[in-house]
């Protein structure tokens, strides 16, 4: 069975610090999908990054940056340079592959990891 | 990217009524996704509303509990069925888009009294 486990319930950091977000995944497919989403305290969902399994480099975006390895099947997310602005819910998630190896839209999540940065 | 909106966006309702949620996207899509996140909890998969079919439901989800809609390509609607408490959640509307791709409405809110 799939299963996400963000094991990292809260964390709590001073602005300017590095933080990373912790995401392991369990998956009996060889073809999957790898989110991060963003839940401010609004409450909508933001797209941060899509990952497919046969796509190991890591990615870097700005402050964020992503280190995917299959061999320990994680998916960390780090935040270089923390801002007020990053406090913050972060769900990572897995989609199983469906017909064409695409993405079929069903993301299993995990529990979420609340960042609060203080200034 | 797509443009997801839903109504309401949030509401408070009586133990034993009905909400109907809807959600509009700005493009046709062929699968949407109602998912619920109950607080301060994560996001589960309701059902899955495919166009012109019957919507495919989770686990622990009945479509006698949740009727969906699916009338055209970019619009759905989700009725959660005589609330109860323990149905105060977030509902959240997805489409999975271009490139794997996957995005979610703003949330329904919904408190039963």
């Known amino acids: 069975a799939q299963k996400v486990t963000q094991a990292q319930t809260e964390i709590s950091v001073v602005e300017k610090e590095d933080v990373t977000l912790d995401c392991v995944y369990e998956?009996?497919?060889?073809?999957?999908?790898l989110f991060w989403y963003k839940q401010p305290p609004s409450g909508e969902l933001v797209f941060l990054i899509r990952r497919n399994s046969f796509d190991e480099q890591n990615e870097i975006s700005g402050r964020y940056s992503w280190n995917f390895q299959k061999s320990t099947s994680s998916f960390n997310f780090t935040i270089t340079a923390s801002q007020v602005v990053d406090s913050a819910v972060y769900f990572c998630a897995l989609s199983e592959a469906g017909h064409g190896s695409s993405n079929t839209g069903k993301l299993i999540f995990g529990q979420g990891t609340t960042l609060q940065v203080k200034p | 990217s797509a443009v997801i909106s839903q109504k309401p966006s949030r509401d408070i309702c009586q133990r034993g009524t009905s909400l109907t949620i809807q959600c509009q996207v700005d493009?046709?899509?062929?699968?949407m996704f109602w998912y619920r996140q109950q607080p301060g909890q994560s996001l589960t998969l309701i059902a899955t509303a495919n166009q012109g079919s019957e919507a495919t439901y989770e686990s622990g989800f009945v479509i006698d509990k949740f009727p969906i809609s699916r009338p055209n390509l970019t619009f759905s609607t989700l009725t959660v069925s005589n609330m109860s408490p323990e149905d105060s959640s977030i509902y959240l509307c997805?489409?999975?888009?271009?490139?794997?791709?996957?995005?979610f409405g703003p949330g329904t809110r919904l408190t039963v009294l």
């Open positions: 997805s489409v999975a888009g271009g490139v794997n791709e996957q995005f």
């Open positions: 493009s046709q899509v062929t699968m």
């Open positions: 998956t009996r497919d060889t073809t999957y999908y």
